[in-house]
Nanobody
């Protein structure tokens, strides 16, 4: 069982930045690919970014490419999402998730999920 706890969300003005963190309980954290997803009010949860177990491979949704960066620190069991040039449409609850299947866009491939952290971008 893996427990994931997100932090770093908050209220920011458009154009600003936030850095989300996700701390994992697993002692075998490096065996999991990690992903970030988000769910805006009234919308389905969607893929944001994913990173492979080693951190060498990363994937992004087109809507965040060039603005968001996913990274991980396996020594600290933590994955990060640096979000720059934030837009009001980035407002959502952001979730991190762990996958034994490898970095992927499909939510169904993720075995464990955090509770989420709210990000609100004001215009």
């Amino acid at each position: 069982q893996v427990q994931l706890v997100e932090s770093g969300g908050g209220l920011v003005q458009a154009g600003g930045s936030l850095r989300l963190s996700c701390a994992a309980s697993a002692r075998t954290f490096s065996r999991y690919a990690m992903g970030w997803f988000r769910q805006a009010p009234g919308k389905e949860r969607e893929f944001v970014a994913a990173i492979s177990q080693s951190g060498l491979m990363t994937y992004y949704a087109d809507s965040v490419k060039g603005r968001f960066t996913i990274s991980r620190d396996n020594a600290k069991n933590t994955v990060f999402l640096q979000m720059n040039s934030l837009k009001p449409e980035d407002t959502a609850v952001y979730y991190c998730a762990a996958s034994t299947a490898g970095a992927a866009r499909a939510q169904s491939l993720y075995n464990y999920w955090g509770q989420g952290t709210q990000v609100t971008v004001s215009s």
